[in-house]
């Protein structure tokens, strides 16, 4: 039984060191009962099996790959985060504007609305009554604004 394990760990060895030239290792039994590994097969009548070669070679360039693999990833994530940050950044100028927007339309119909007196107060904190001219004066300069940043 010592003969097979030393001839086993003889071929497991050779195979080792074979690397990638040996597609395929052969594995039978002599005639004196001894178990034999070749990559040759051998002659004549006998019961072989065959074992797998040893594995391809790793690839030298694998860390390097994963490397540059995991960078590209990164850079993915950041640029996506950074495209998430632009987008609420627009979102949030669409809103400012939309608000902006709804003031100025809010404006415009209060200047509108003639039959209805408008008053404000001065810089003294006094109250003082708008002017039709005024009037009409602020509501085109908003209705110039409005459509020049709001649309139609």
Do not use: H
């Not at 594995?27 to 099996?49: H, I, L």
């Not at 030298?60 to 994530?77: C, H, I, S, T, Y």
């Amino acid at each position: 039984m010592p003969r097979i394990t030393v001839s086993a760990l003889l071929a497991a060895g050779a195979l080792a060191l074979a690397g990638t030239s040996a597609a395929a290792l052969y594995k039978w039994t002599d005639a004196s009962g001894r178990v034999v590994y070749s990559d040759q097969p051998p002659t004549g009548n006998v019961k072989v099996e065959t074992i797998q070669g040893a594995p391809p070679p790793s690839n030298p360039n694998a860390l390097k790959d994963l490397a540059a693999k995991e960078g590209e990833f990164k850079k993915r994530q950041l640029d996506a985060a950074e495209a998430a940050k632009k987008a609420e950044a627009q979102r949030a100028e669409l809103a400012k504007v939309g608000d902006a927007c709804a003031r100025a339309q809010m404006q415009i119909k209060q200047l509108a609305a003639e039959m209805i007196g408008l008053a404000r107060y001065n810089e003294k904190g006094e109250i003082v009554y708008v002017d039709d001219a005024t009037r009409r004066r602020e509501r085109q300069q908003l209705e110039t604004w409005y459509k020049a940043n709001c649309g139609s």
